[in-house]
RNA sequence: GGCCCCGUGGUGUAGUGGUUAACAUGCCUGCCUGUCACGCAGGAGAUCGUCGGUUCAAAUCCGAUCGGGGUCGCCA
């Protein structure tokens, strides 16, 4: 029977005569009374159906019972429409099929929403019926799109030499990184296992039992709050490699990454990637994953401003910090309201103030023009690059804030002004990583990648001295302003792994009962090795152009973490927690 | 944990203190042989997320709470 099925969105004026058997749901019904026309809809499309009186048999009448996503099957006939009748708005417009019999194979309650594009409903009535929501066509794209890229994905890779093995989703906690998903052992009471992070070091392990190149395309689970490109299980096209250094991995990748941009939107993507250091990144852009389809560069007044006689600058300098801004190019007219908005913007991100200049056609305005001389006005503009019509912003603070503020500030003033082009991909890679950073928090060192990552050979001799200033052997592929992937060189000595962890305060006895394992197998003949890992959602939301990672999930959370169509998480049955020893301590709201 | 936005028939919206909560669409019934967002006529459908408060009177004001979204922190 269903050998014999015909794709329904296929259908057009060369099928002409044939008889074809359909299977599929209903989209919309029209009856006219004496004739009724049937939307038939599929995985392939949607085809029109006719239904006649003189049908035989009862189908006629069972053909007037039918309602909106009823499932049916029928045999038909394809004939071209009668002249004035084709529809262009349809792939399949120029012919229809007149019904010879029809079966209805199984009735549907009214949907709650329409079961077409752009639907305009609220989410979680999209998600509570996510079965509904992804008979929409746009959404079968998305996920017809996200199979395409991982068969190109394991297709490049296997032509690479690659092996396709799976790690464990059941595995040992650690403490760097994120917060991990617990899982109770009932065979070892009071034991948990974690879900992965991600394999990175089941992989490394790999690569000491000398498989040599390993990928996957796996799931991985961060207990962390969630954001719109961010989901507690992700999906990682994940790999690892020995016997190689930086310059082997990073055009590998780019050129895997453009085959499926090329196979699946058409668009070539310029190799080799652009490769942008940390340091310049940061500088010039305030940020690790910089969006450079557009300028607003951020520029340093430094020189400028530490002597002058504004005192907000000029202590911030003396403090250390530092003081940038960015030249927003013909925004001289912006109102008052709007640069007050942007004031607000940027502290969010921790900075105190937005100074700002305008440079309108009827003289220069500002707050903070009193405590300039007028050749410091002068010279301020001249090194902003500033002109009549642009308006000048500025922060002073320390350098993480007034990156991050001036960075996301860029990011804002691009998306009010219209400078983002969307039809461009824009690839690049950063490199240069510092290796460390200091948490305020915990009072330590903790890993900018991981902690398995390899410092630079030339600052081995400086981890003891400036760990800070060390830079690791680590490489983020940015797309868009998204970070897309990221990977290092990891260390692959036992000595060097042991003295990275103890840069990051961990104790001999939890390094050896955390990691342990690790450094043993470090000690019987490890290859240097080094991988990558993408963010498969994230690749998934860039080429089909959403700007939301649930739209390519099938089945995914809400912000709260739970899913609105099983109701997960749930309670488990006392007996479920006696199994495990657990006993709950929920406290009072 | 913080900040911001949203919650009204199935769905999308209107309604900012006072009649029977309005409109569109969907749904049901009838009519209709060329529609394709078919058309025409009629009908049903809402304890305005929940709880509490203010008031003679609350969808509307206040508080709490639940749910959804964005974001900072967090997270590669």
Known sequence: MLAERTNAGHLTIVNEGETVQLYGWVQTRRDHGGVIFVDLRDRSGIVQVVFNPDMAGNGFDEAEKIRTEYVISLEGKVRKRPQGSENPNMKTGEIEVVAVNLTILNKAKTPPFYIQDNVDVDESVRLKYRYLDLRRPEMQNIFIIRHKVMQIVRNFLDKQDFLEIETPMLTKSSPEGARDYLVPSRVNQGNFYALPQSPQLFKQLLMVAGLEKYFQITRCFRDEDL??????????????????EMDDILPLMEEMVAKVFLEITGTKIALPFLRLSYQDAMERFGSDKPDTRFGLELID??????????????????????????????????????IDA????????????????????????????????????????????????????????KESVVHN?????????????????????????VIGFPLLEYDEEEKRYVAIHHPFTSPMDDDLNILDTEPLKARAKAYDMVMNGMELGGGSIRIHRRDTQEKMFQLLGLSPEEVKDKFGYLLDAFE??????????FGLDRLIMILAMRDNIRDVIAFPKTQSASCLLTQAPSQVSPGQLKDLSIKLDIKAK
């Open 227 to 244: 954001r719109a490109d961010r989901q507690p299980e992700f999906t990682q096209i994940d790999l690892e490699m020995s016997f190689v």
């Open 301 to 338: 007044v430094a020189d400028v401003v530490k002597n002058a006689g504004f005192k907000v600058f000029a202590d911030v300098i003396a403090k250390g910090g530092r003081v940038k801004g960015i030249c927003a190019k013909g925004c001289a007219g912006m109102p008052r309201r709007e």
């Open 342 to 397: 942007l004031t607000n913007y940027v502290n969010i991100y921790g900075a105190k103030g937005l100074a700002y200049i305008v440079l309108g056609e009827d003289g220069i305005k500002s707050p903070i023009l009193k405590f300039f001389t007028e050749d410091e006005i002068k010279n301020l503009i001249a090194t902003m690059g500033g002109e009549t019509g642009d308006i000048l912003f500025f922060v002073a603070d």
């Open 405 to 429: 503020a001036l960075g996301n500030l860029r990011l804002e003033l691009a998306k009010r002004l219209n400078l983002i082009r969307d039809d461009i991909i824009n690839c690049l890679w």
């Open 524 to 533: 019987y003949g490890t290859p240097p090795h080094g991988g990558i890992a």
